[in-house]
């Protein structure tokens, strides 16, 4: 079933202070794209200065919720929390008349391997520059993880993966 978000009521909740900073995401066209995950909208907010944060906003069975890597950053459980990437990527999502789903499952949803799950809470409390230098070596001597990383980053597979598929 379709239902409607109410961005106005969206925005009174998130108050003012959020909404002027996710006005700004806005003016600067962030984010690029909205993308359809689990019932719900998903998008990645680019800031001068700050990591990308890959941020989810969805009609769950408990209503409206926004999950957003900039919570998991500063330690905050209340995952609700309305942040400006989340009101951002609600506001891309409505002015491109995103069809919502009422019974949406964030991205969180803990349906997956506890070994993912744990290992996902290490590479959490790494520092982001770390984790990037981490990440890049694998890539470099692994073709299926570069592929994957080249993927994520929105670029086409490098040459030497598509000729080691042909032998
Ligand atoms: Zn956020």
């Known amino acids: 079933m ?3 978000i109410d961005i106005d009521a969206l925005r009174d909740a998130a108050g003012a202070e959020v909404c002027a900073a996710a006005d700004r995401l806005t003016a600067s066209g962030q984010p690029t794209e909205v993308l359809p995950v689990g019932g719900g909208a998903s998008g990645v907010v680019h800031e001068v200065g700050r990591p990308p944060y890959e941020v989810w ?3 769950t069975a408990d209503g409206f919720t926004a999950e957003c890597d900039c919570t998991a950053e500063t330690d905050c459980t209340a995952e609700t929390d309305l942040c400006a990437h989340a009101v951002a990527l609600t506001a ?3 002015a491109e008349g995103f ?3 009422s019974t949406a499952t964030p991205q969180s949803d803990p349906a997956v391997d506890p070994r993912v799950a744990e290992l996902t ?3 959490r409390g790494l520092p982001a520059r770390r984790l990037a230098a981490l990440v890049a070596e694998w890539a470099a ?8 990383l080249r993927a994520q980053a929105g670029q086409p597979a490098p040459r030497t993966a598509v000729e080691l598929d042909g032998d």
Do not use: H, K, M, Q
């Open 121 to 123: 809470v290490l590479a």
């Open 99 to 101: 069809a919502w789903s």
């Open 57 to 59: 906003v969805g009609v």
């Open 2 to 4: 379709a239902v409607r």
């Open 141 to 148: 001597t692994d073709p299926v993880w570069e592929g994957a």
């Open 92 to 94: 891309a999502a409505l």
